[in-house]
């Protein structure tokens, strides 16, 4: 691949994902579920090689990055729109902590051990912390 190409593919994916990025909407890290952080990972990688991989067309590439921003919009919509749907993308919440005790079993499902419990009662300002 020669430079001028190369040149081209990285503004055709920058401008692309920066437009695909401001289109899907801003949430912070903590925000967003497993399959929007599973499918920021994978748009950045469509990215990464329609930029370097000779063998995928800037077309292909463009088209595969539209289509998975595509779907990832239709699942955030789902996500909105059905309770009965969302249950099954993102599941149900788990309370770890009911009447001021914690739950061990939800904690075991959660699959969240006491100091990270801990940690994100100090981030809400929750004291004294829970032992």
């Known amino acids: 691949m020669n430079i001028p190409e190369l040149l081209i593919r990285i503004t ?3 401008v ?3 437009i695909l990025a401001r289109i899907m909407g801003r ?5 967003i ?3 929007n952080f599973v499918s920021a990972i994978a748009i950045g990688s469509v990215t990464a090689n329609l930029v370097i991989n000779q063998n ?6 463009f088209i595969a990055l539209i289509g998975w921003t595509i779907f990832t919009l239709f699942m955030d919509f789902v996500d ?3 309770k009965k749907l969302r249950k099954i993308t993102t599941g ?3 309370v770890v902590i009911k009447e001021g005790n914690i739950v061990e079993n939800a904690l075991r499902k959660s699959r969240l051990d006491i100091d990270s419990l801990n940690a994100m009662l100090r981030q809400k300002s929750v ?3 829970l032992r």
């Not at 949430?27 to 925000?31: P, V």
């Not at 995928?56 to 590439?61: A, D, E, L």
């Open 12 to 14: 055709i994916a920058f």
């Open 16 to 18: 692309t994902l920066f």
């Open 27 to 31: 949430k912070e890290i903590s925000q």
């Open 33 to 35: 579920t497993f399959f």
């Open 56 to 61: 995928v067309s800037i077309r292909n590439g």
């Open 80 to 82: 909105i729109k059905s």
């Open 92 to 94: 149900d919440p788990v």
């Open 127 to 129: 004291f004294p912390l």
